[in-house]
Structure formats: structure tokens, C-alpha cells
């Protein structure tokens, strides 16, 4: 079970969304949580990556190491 408060003009469009087309309302939020959740995911997810990198605490390779590691340029 979730629960979550909306912005009042958000509210409104989800309301107006869902009278036009005969959905509830959590129809429409589970769609768009379903199609961004793993979005969301990858981004986050980056940026924690991203932070490792900057810390040091994350082994980068340039696009040559890789190639040569798995013998490509051969």
C-alpha cells in the first residue's frame, strides 16, 4: 500500500485524466510509476557511481583498455 500527496494542479490533471477515460486514478499512477521506475534506478544509480569515481573508490578504464582486455584490437 502506498500513499502520497500531490500537488494540487497535479491532482487536477490526474483527476480530469481519469474521468476522460474511465481509469482510476491509480491506474494512471502505477503506468507512469512502471514506465519511469527504472529510469529512476539507472540515474541514481549513475550518480552514486559517478560519486565513487570522484572519491577514487571506483576503477575507470579508457575505451583502449577495454578493447585490448578483451582482445578487440587484434
Do not use: C, N
Not at 485524466?17 to 491506474?27: C, H, N, W
Amino acid at each position: 500500500m502506498l500513499a502520497l500527496r500531490l500537488p494540487p494542479e497535479i491532482e487536477e490533471r490526474l483527476d480530469a485524466l481519469a474521468k476522460a477515460t474511465g481509469r482510476t486514478k491509480s491506474f494512471y499512477v502505477r503506468e507512469a510509476i512502471l514506465e519511469h521506475l527504472e529510469d529512476m534506478e539507472d540515474a541514481y544509480l549513475a550518480a552514486a557511481t559517478l560519486e565513487r569515481v570522484r572519491r577514487g573508490k571506483e576503477r575507470v578504464f579508457t575505451t583502449d583498455q577495454v578493447r585490448a582486455d578483451l582482445g578487440l584490437d587484434d
